[in-house]
C-alpha cells in the first residue's frame, strides 16, 4: 500500500517540493531576481497540481464521439493556461520593477537597499 | 442593455483603460479626462444595478450565454451592489483629488481604469477561479499604481508589494485547486452544494478551506502577513494611498466573506469549530498588534497604515463570528473604513504639501496653516476612535453586540481594548496640531515655493469626514441590504 502510494503518486511529491523551493527561495534569498525565480517556480508548482489532478488513465480528450468515453475534464487544463498568462505579466511587472530598483540603487542585495534606506 | 449592466461594469473602464495609451501617440494629459468620464459612466452603471436589484432582487447573468454551473455566473446581491457603488464613489473622490495632485500620466489613469475593473470584477463575480483571475488584476494594477511615486523607493515597495501578494493569490489558487478536486465545480452557489455533500470533516476541504482563507488574508494584510502594506502606503503617491487603502483590502474583505458565507457556509463553520476559532484568533491578534505597532510608528502614513492592520482585524472578527448583529458591524466598518482611511490618506496628503509636516514630532502646532485638511484629519481621527455618531462607533457597536450574544468574551475584551489603542495613537496627533508648539517654522515651507493645494482635493477630504459622519445614519439600509444577500448566517 505504501510502495503503492510511493510509486503513484510521484507528481504530487514533485509539487510539494517545488511548492517548498519556491515559498523557500522567495523567504531566504537576499537577491530581489532570485525572489522572482522562487515565485515563478512556487507558481509552476500551483500548475503541476492542476495538470496531476486532471489526469484520468484511460481517459480520451473531450471530443464526443460514440463510444469514446470516459472523458478527461479539460476545465483544469483550460484554468492553467489563464493562470500561465497571470503568472508571465506578473513576471514582466516583477522585472520591471527589479531593473528600475537596479538603475537607481546598483544593487539587488535585500540587506544592501536596507542599509541605504537607514543611511 | 439592462441585462448587460453587471457585465459592463467590468468591461466598461477595461475599455476605458485602452484609451489612454493610444491617445498617448497624438496627446499627453488626457488620461484624467478619459478616466473621469469612464469613472462618471461606472458610477450611472452602478446606480442603475442597485436600482434593479434593490427593486427586483438578486440579479443573476451567464458570462456568454454559458449557463451556472459550467460558464462563469456574474450575481448581484445586496452586498454587491453596496461594495459596487462604494467602488464608484470612492473612484470619483480620488479622480477630483488626482486633477490637481496627480501624478498626470496617462498610463497612470490606464492603471487606475484597470484598478476599477479589477475591484468591480471581484465584487460581481459569482465564480471561484473567476475570482482569482480579478484578484490577480487587481493585483497588478495596484503594483504599477504603487509604482508610479517619483523616487526608487516606491519601486521597491511595489516589488515587496507584488511577491508577497502574488503567494497570497497563488495559495487562494492552490485552495480552489482543492475545492475543485472534492467536488468538480467552480461556481460559489454550486460548490456549496457539493462542499456540504463532499463532507466538511474531508480533508479537501479542510485544507481548501485554510488555503483560500490564507491567501485572501495577505491580500487583506492582516498581522502578521501584513508586511507588503506599510510600504506600499507610504511610499507611493498620496492619490494612490488614498485610493488602495479604501478600496484593495476592503474588497478582498469582501471576497472572504463571500468565500465565508456564500461557498463554505456557516454550516462549516459550525461544523469545524476550529476553523472559527482560528480566524477569531488570527482577527484578534492583528487588532492588537496593529495598533501597538501604529502607536509606535512616527510617520503619519506609516501609522494610518498599520491602523488598517489593526481596523481589518475587526472586519475580519465580525465575519468570523458570523451572527447577523456582527456582520452587520462588520459590513458598516468595512465600508465606514474605507471612506474614513481614504479620507485620511488624502488629508495627509494636503497637509504635507502646506506645510511640509509627514511625522508626528512635525504634527505639533501646524492646525492654523491648513485649517480645513487638520480639521477633516481630527474628525476622521475621532470618527476612527469610535466617537459616536461616527460611523467607526456604529460599526465597532455592532461587532461588540454581535460578539456578546454570541457570547465571545475574549473578542469583546479585545475589541474594547483596541479602541483605547486606537485612541492612543490618534489622540496624540489630534493633541499636537492644536495644542503643541509649531517644530516647523512657516518659512521654511515658504522658502520651498510650497506646493499649491486645489479646492477639490479640500472638498474631497471635507466630504469625506462628512460622510464619516452621516453614513452612521446609512446602518438601517446596510441592515436590509444584508438581509437581500445570498448569505446564510448564524441564528442569535
Known sequence: MTLDLLTTH??????????????????????????????????????????????????????????????????????????IVVGVSLTAVALALVVRVYSEYGTLDEHTLEELYHD | MIDHLIVLLVVLPILGAAVPPL????????????????????????????????????????????????????????LTILLVALISAVSLGVLAYARHAGPHENSFYSQFLLLVAGLSGM?????????????????????????????????????????????????????????????GTLNMADLSDKLAAAGYDSTLVLTAFGLIVAGLLVKVALFPIHTWQPDAYADSPDSVSAFISALVSTVSAYALARVLFSVFTV?????????????????????????????????????LAYSSVSQFGLVIAGFAIATPLAVVGATVHLVGHAVMKG??????????????????????????????????????????????????????????????????WPVVAVLLASTLLTLAYFARLAERLYFAKATIAPEAVAADGGERVSTAMIVTVVVAAVLAVGLAAAVPVIDQLIDMTVFELMLQ
Open chain 1, 10 to 83: 510521484y507528481n504530487y511529491y514533485a509539487v510539494v517540493l517545488l511548492l517548498g523551493i519556491g515559498l523557500y527561495t522567495v523567504i531566504e534569498s537576499r537577491n530581489l531576481v532570485k525572489k522572482v525565480i522562487g515565485m515563478n517556480v512556487f507558481q509552476t508548482g500551483i500548475f503541476l497540481f492542476f495538470i496531476t489532478l486532471a489526469y484520468r488513465a484511460g481517459g480520451n480528450p473531450p471530443v464526443v464521439t460514440e463510444g469514446a468515453g470516459p472523458y478527461v475534464s479539460p476545465l483544469p487544463h483550460v484554468l492553467i493556461l489563464t493562470a
Open chain 2, 23 to 78: 491617445a498617448s501617440l497624438r496627446y499627453d494629459r488626457v488620461g484624467w479626462a478619459v478616466a473621469t468620464a469612464t469613472a462618471l459612466g461606472h458610477a450611472a452603471l452602478a446606480g442603475a444595478l442597485a436600482w434593479t436589484v434593490w427593486t427586483d432582487g438578486v440579479v443573476r447573468y451567464a458570462v456568454g450565454g454559458f449557463v451556472a454551473p459550467y460558464g462563469i455566473e456574474l450575481v448581484a446581491d445586496g
Open chain 2, 123 to 183: 465584487t460581481v463575480t459569482g465564480d471561484v477561479f473567476n475570482l482569482y483571475v480579478f484578484l490577480e488584476i487587481t493585483g497588478l494594477a495596484a503594483y504599477g499604481l504603487v509604482a508610479s511615486g517619483p523616487g526608487a523607493r516606491s519601486a521597491v515597495a511595489a516589488l515587496k508589494y507584488l511577491i508577497i501578494g502574488t503567494i497570497g493569490a497563488s495559495l487562494y489558487l492552490l485552495g480552489v485547486g482543492y475545492a475543485l478536486a472534492a467536488t
Open chain 2, 267 to 303: 454550516d462549516f463553520l459550525e461544523a469545524v469549530p476550529i476553523a472559527r476559532q482560528a480566524l477569531v484568533a488570527v482577527a484578534c491578534v492583528s487588532i492588537v498588534a496593529g495598533s501597538a505597532l501604529a502607536v509606535a510608528q512616527s510617520d503619519v502614513q506609516r501609522m
Open chain 2, 343 to 408: 479620507g485620511l490618506f488624502a488629508a495627509t496628503g494636503i497637509i504635507e504639501r502646506k506645510t511640509g509636516a509627514t511625522t508626528v514630532g512635525g504634527y505639533a502646532g501646524i492646525a492654523g496653516r491648513a485649517p480645513a485638511a487638520t480639521g477633516a484629519f481630527t474628525l476622521l481621527a475621532l470618527a476612527m476612535v469610535g466617537v459616536p455618531p461616527a460611523v467607526g462607533f456604529m460599526g465597532k457597536w455592532y461587532i461588540v453586540l454581535g460578539a456578546v450574544n454570541a457570547g465571545s
